[in-house]
């Protein structure tokens, strides 16, 4: 699926393109900073990013849309940034309107690859460049792909209960696989990464496998309907390998009402404040942490280049396993974070120690190294 992975550092050196700091907002008239308008401005397209909703992780709206807009800010590009909302209608609407308003690169996070391909390909018809950005569209006709190595965090997540589940020194656990959208090919790529872990435990016989079963949407809610299920169907289960923080959180909230939360270790994903918290709290085991601000840098940077007529090299490529086509790529580096590890992300700046350490959380982000 993929080749040329690089660490985040020498990915972003790699794609460093000299942009100068001009300012400017959102869908405004970008300026130096004596006042007048930026020649950089000037040479350059509108860049039209669709998120694609609020509910599946906190992360869009939170993380990608803040550093998105700082980056083509401080380039003194207009930019347009909209979030579709878990709606198909409304994402190519969207990509219609910010086409008609003179939109040179069209910046997707697609909801599933049927509507993104067809959003690609009217762009590609108008003249548009496009990035898939963190979820590749499968037959998609996106320029570049920007994301991480998806299978390394799906890998880590896998090692991550695995190393839980050896603390509680668990006797051949049955595990519980709660899994993303069947829609998102990240999700895929997520459950490649951590079977690829599990299946050789589940084959010597140490663990066994429970109830496996993907939720639609990344949907929270029915996450939590889904996992009750499980639960009921499959009481012993001792482990859950929850796809995203989102996910994991469902899956906690029905062990507390069993009073089984904190002992049956929990995966997650995204680091985010509630998955932090729920790894403090001692319900969740593990979230794989992804450096937002180095992704939305590298796909501005990319954006930026196509709006000035560029054609950036990448550092990798990624094969679409619908297409065959190698699509011109940057993967970044996930990392595991534990317990002990949460301060990482507050020294990274992704969340702060205000936000994270409030009430109870206090004591246990004193005792986890948060300063």
Same mark, same amino acid.
């Not at 930026?304 to 970044?332: C, Q, W, Y």
């Given at each position: 699926?993929?080749?040329?992975?690089?660490?985040?550092?020498?990915?972003?050196?790699?794609?460093?393109?000299?942009?100068?700091?001009?300012?400017?907002?959102?869908?405004?008239?970008?300026?130096?900073?004596?006042?007048?308008?930026?020649?950089?401005?000037?040479?350059?397209?509108?860049?039209?990013?669709?998120?694609?909703?609020?509910?599946?992780?906190?992360?869009?709206?939170?993380?990608?849309?803040?550093?998105?807009?700082?980056?083509?800010?401080?380039?003194?590009?207009?930019?347009?940034?909209?979030?579709?909302?878990?709606?198909?209608?409304?994402?190519?609407?969207?990509?219609?309107?910010?086409?008609?308003?003179?939109?040179?690169?069209?910046?997707?996070?697609?909801?599933?690859?049927?509507?993104?391909?067809?959003?690609?390909?009217?762009?590609?018809?108008?003249?548009?460049?496009?990035?898939?950005?963190?979820?590749?569209?499968?037959?998609?006709?996106?320029?570049?792909?920007?994301?991480?190595?998806?299978?390394?965090?799906?890998?880590?997540?896998?090692?991550?209960?695995?190393?839980?589940?050896?603390?509680?020194?668990?006797?051949?656990?049955?595990?519980?696989?709660?899994?993303?959208?069947?829609?998102?090919?990240?999700?895929?790529?997520?459950?490649?990464?951590?079977?690829?872990?599990?299946?050789?435990?589940?084959?010597?016989?140490?663990?066994?496998?429970?109830?496996?079963?993907?939720?639609?949407?990344?949907?929270?809610?029915?996450?939590?309907?889904?996992?009750?299920?499980?639960?009921?169907?499959?009481?012993?289960?001792?482990?859950?390998? !929850?796809?995203?923080? #989102?996910?994991?959180? /469902? @899956?906690? %909230?029905?062990? &507390?009402?069993?009073?089984?939360?904190?002992? *049956? $270790?929990?995966?997650?994903?995204?680091?985010?404040?509630?998955?932090?918290?729920?790894?403090?709290?001692?319900?969740?085991?593990?979230?794989?942490?992804?450096?937002?601000?180095?992704?939305?840098?590298?796909?501005?940077?990319?954006?930026? !280049?196509?709006?000035? #007529?560029?054609?950036? /090299? @990448?550092? %990798?490529?990624? &094969?679409?396993?619908?297409?065959?086509?190698? *699509? $011109?790529?940057?993967?970044?580096?996930?990392?595991?974070?534990?317990?002990?590890?949460?301060?990482?992300?507050?020294?990274?700046?992704?969340?702060?120690?205000?936000?994270?350490?409030?009430?109870?959380?206090?004591?246990?982000?004193?005792? !986890?190294?948060?300063?």
């Amino acid at each position: 699926m993929r080749k040329g992975i690089l660490t985040i550092g020498a990915t972003v050196a790699a794609l460093s393109l000299g942009l100068t700091a001009c300012g400017g907002d959102d869908g405004g008239t970008s300026a130096s900073a004596s006042g007048a308008p930026s020649a950089t401005a000037a040479s350059v397209g509108k860049i039209g990013v669709i998120l694609p909703d609020s509910k599946s992780s906190a992360r869009w709206e939170t993380a990608d849309r803040k550093y998105l807009k700082e980056a083509f800010d401080a380039a003194g590009v207009e930019s347009d940034i909209q979030n579709a909302q878990g709606d198909k209608t409304a994402f190519q609407t969207i990509a219609d309107q910010m086409i008609t308003n003179g939109a040179k690169v069209l910046v997707i996070v697609n909801l599933d690859s049927g509507t993104g391909k067809a959003v690609l390909d009217k762009a590609q018809s108008q003249g548009v460049a496009t990035i898939d950005y963190d979820r590749l569209t499968l037959g998609g006709s996106a320029s570049y792909y920007v994301s991480f190595d998806n299978e390394k965090v799906g890998q880590l997540q896998g090692e991550g209960l695995v190393k839980c589940l050896t603390d509680d020194k668990a006797d051949k656990p049955i595990i519980a696989e709660l899994n993303g959208s069947p829609t998102d090919n990240n999700a895929t790529l997520f459950k490649n990464g951590y079977d690829s872990v599990l299946k050789a435990k589940y084959d010597s016989g140490d663990y066994v496998k429970g109830p496996d079963q993907s939720v639609p949407d990344w949907d929270n809610a029915q996450a939590g309907t889904i996992f009750e299920t499980m639960l009921t169907q499959e009481p012993k289960i001792a482990g859950v390998l !929850a796809a995203n923080d #989102g996910l994991g959180n /469902a @899956a906690i %909230a029905v062990l &507390k009402k069993e009073k089984l939360n904190g002992k *049956v $270790p929990v995966t997650g994903q995204d680091a985010t404040v509630q998955g932090l918290q729920n790894i403090l709290a001692g319900d969740q085991c593990m979230t794989v942490y992804k450096a937002i601000k180095k992704e939305a840098d590298a796909a501005a940077q990319l954006a930026i !280049a196509l709006a000035k #007529g560029e054609k950036p /090299a @990448a550092p %990798a490529n990624t &094969k679409d396993p619908e297409s065959g086509r190698d *699509v $011109p790529s940057v993967l970044l580096d996930p990392q595991p974070i534990y317990f002990d590890s949460v301060k990482d992300v507050v020294a990274d700046g992704y969340v702060t120690k205000d936000e994270l350490c409030t009430g109870d959380f206090a004591a246990k982000c004193t005792e !986890a190294g948060v300063s």
